[in-house]
Nanobody, 115 residues
Framework: EVQLVESGGGLVQPGGSLTLSCTAS????????MRWYRQAPGKERELVADITSGGGSTNYADSVKGRFTVSRDNAKNRVYLQMNSLKVEDTAVYYC????????WGQGTQVTVSS
């Protein structure tokens, strides 16, 4: 079964850190560039970070550049999002998916940044 399962979200204070994980199954993970997206209440889903299949190149939305780091472990079929210096406006449900030919969205993981 083709599947993406996100985890690692939670409640954190402004300035705090979290690391999200996405575990993929049902496709050849190492052949695919992957992306992290997020969707805040009442807003459209937006692209947060992108990583190539081998992990050698990454790109970020301007809003998270310098604070978030995307990485992957192809041996474990996982992609990660390290989030530092979190802001209230980072509050959202975070999702991962393939860059090309995205598959069905997982359930996402909720990140809430609040004091």
């Amino acid at each position: 079964e083709v599947q993406l399962v996100e985890s690692g979200g939670g409640l954190v204070q402004p300035g705090g850190s979290l690391t999200l994980s996405c575990t993929a199954s049902g496709f050849t993970f190492s052949r695919h560039a992957m992306r992290w997206y997020r969707q805040a209440p009442g807003k459209e889903r937006e692209l947060v970070a992108d990583i190539t299949s081998g992990g050698g190149s990454t790109n970020y939305a301007d809003s998270v550049k310098g604070r978030f780091t995307v990485s992957r472990d192809n041996a474990k079929n996982r992609v990660y999002l390290q989030m530092n210096s979190l802001k209230v406006e980072d509050t959202a449900v975070y999702y991962c998916n393939k860059r090309y030919q995205p598959i069905s969205w997982g359930q996402g993981t909720q990140v809430t940044v609040s004091s």
